[in-house]
């Protein structure tokens, strides 16, 4: 019979009190305490420590050993990223935020994910330390940098060359000056709230001032008379479909005793000085032009055409006018106030609220306009200028705001043999006479009908002389389909026509001016479906605007 007890963990021989004798009792005990004092808790050495025995206070050492059949690792997170210079946190992997950092052996911060992918590869972009990030977003084809969390970071480079989002396509290059003595920052403006130039100061800031023209024309050595020296002209929207003209210097500034504008006018009067003799007049104080809406000056709706902005010396005084005519600076001319009847004619100088009589002019600008609704001053001008301003080819036309085209465009047609087999509405012509410029393409087409194509918009001049066998309803249409009776089509697109009473001999001529789009396809055509042949016929189209 055994006189003693195993235990369960350590397998120690425990003698049994009042069975165990000594000094078996003695051998057991000094056998237990020998495995007491080696116990280190491992298999057959103690109850194996779990979680909830450790109290770890401490940094725990694993004296260079692995950690080895981890599931996971997790950390919490740390309000900042932990500075490399503290001993304790050299060589560690944490979270900050949300993201996973190392901090190496040399005290660098290295970020290794940011927004749920991962930076880069080692040495992609060095410096990333702390927030730093340089991230794509597949979602919009997006490479974003960031000097830290949500704040943007600057680019340093040589060029850039920008690219459509297509495959292989071709690149603007944006390159700085090729030789810069200081470095340069470039500040772009505001969205204007129209259209406007940039204009760029000398630190670099861009904005989109009046438009006005700068330039500077200094000519008080020469005896010509009408020279600006420091005078500028700016035109902006004022509200109201309003604008507003005004004389500036070439600082951008209103005129003033230190900073003044001068002009040469013709000399009206009498004295030592003769009749004729260039007088300068000295602008000192701010002196504008308020164009208000309604006012056309004889423009036209969705046409570019000029304007003419003159200076009038009245009595010593200077006042701006405004005409849609062409006026050299040896007129004498009296004015109209803007405003009154609507202001519509083009050949008249209107001022406000001055109205002046019989008074020397000078021509200082011209504006290049092209409103919506004529009279409703929404956009800026197209162009402003100041300085010499030379007459406008064929002033006669000026109506339109045009000028004639350096290329003639010309079709002129003989004969017909009669209407087109399928186009039987459409008259087909014989003998090409003219046939010049590029604004008209003439379609030769026995099948539907000849036609013409307009290619550039302009002002266009038709004529057709016809006669026939059948009396009949013969005209010019525009965009009318060639097997549509010349009176059933758009009355808008019938241009022009006559009524033919038939008959040997029997002839009528008609003709129409005005403006065409380009795209425009014009025809001679009839009522019924022929009015028969005949060498007489002729027509002719011509681009005179």
Request: charged share 10%; with cysteine.
């Amino acid at each position: 019979m055994a006189d003693y007890t195993s235990t369960p963990n350590m397998a120690m021989n425990i003698p049994i009190v009042s069975q165990t004798t000594g000094p078996v009792y003695a051998t057991y005990v000094n056998a237990a305490f020998t495995t007491i004092d080696t116990h280190d808790h491992s298999s057959g050495k103690g109850v194996l420590i779990t979680p909830g025995g450790l109290n770890i206070n401490a940094d725990l050492t694993f004296n260079s050993n692995d950690a080895i059949a981890l599931r996971t690792s997790r950390y919490t997170s740390q309000i900042s990223t932990l500075s490399g210079s503290a001993s304790q946190d050299i060589q560690c992997i944490y979270v900050s935020g949300v993201d996973l950092y190392y901090n190496d052996g040399n005290g660098n911060t290295v970020r290794i994910t940011n927004g749920g992918s991962v930076t880069g590869a080692a040495g992609t972009i060095t410096g990333m330390t702390g927030s730093v990030s340089a991230v794509y977003t597949s979602g919009n084809a997006t490479f974003t940098f960031q000097s830290a969390t949500n704040v943007a970071a600057n680019l340093d480079g040589r060029n850039i060359i920008l690219r459509n989002a297509a495959a292989n396509s071709k690149g603007l290059t944006l390159s700085p000056p090729a030789a810069m003595a200081a470095d340069i920052a470039m500040t772009f403006p505001t969205l204007p709230a129209a259209s406007a130039f940039m204009v760029m100061d000398t630190s670099g800031n861009m904005t989109s001032p009046s438009q006005r023209d700068y330039i500077n024309a200094e000519y008080l050595n020469t005896s010509a008379v009408g020279d600006l020296v420091n005078c500028g002209l700016s035109c902006v929207s004022s509200g109201s479909n309003n604008w507003v003209l005004s004389l500036k210097t070439n600082s951008d500034g209103n005129p003033s005793v230190t900073d003044p504008i001068q002009i040469k006018f013709k000399n009206v009067g009498s004295g030592s000085a003769g009749f004729g003799t260039p007088i300068i007049r000295k602008i000192t104080v701010p002196t504008s032009l308020t164009i208000t809406s309604s006012s056309s000056f004889g423009t036209v709706s969705g046409v570019s055409q000029e304007l003419f902005v003159y200076a009038i010396d009245n009595s010593g005084t200077v006042v701006l006018g405004i005409s849609g005519a062409w006026w050299n600076d040896d007129a004498m001319a009296s004015s109209s106030p803007i405003g009154i009847a609507g202001s519509t004619s083009r050949t008249i100088i209107y001022t406000t609220p001055t109205i002046v009589s019989t008074r020397a002019i000078k021509l200082i600008g011209r504006i290049v306009t092209a409103q919506a609704t004529a009279g409703q001053w929404v956009s800026r001008p197209v162009d402003v200028t100041v300085g010499t301003i030379n007459k406008p080819t064929a002033q006669a036309f000026t109506t339109l705001g045009l000028t004639l085209p350096n290329n003639k465009s010309e079709v002129q047609l003989q004969g017909s043999v009669g209407n087109g087999s399928v186009g039987n509405r459409a008259r087909v012509f014989t003998s090409v006479v003219v046939n010049t410029g590029v604004a008209i393409t003439y379609n030769s087409d026995a099948t539907n009908g000849d036609s013409f194509t307009i290619n550039e918009a302009g002002v266009y001049t038709i004529g057709l002389t016809t006669c026939g066998t059948s009396p009949q309803t013969v005209g010019v249409t525009r965009n009318t389909a060639a097997t549509t009776a010349f009176n059933s089509g758009a009355v808008n697109d019938m241009l022009t026509f006559f009524n033919s009473t038939g008959g040997t001999n029997s002839s009528a001529t008609c003709a129409w001016t005005g403006f065409l789009t380009s795209g425009d396809v014009i025809r001679a055509q009839t009522e019924g479906t022929d009015c028969g042949a005949s060498t007489s016929q002729k027509f002719y189209i011509i681009k005179i605007l």
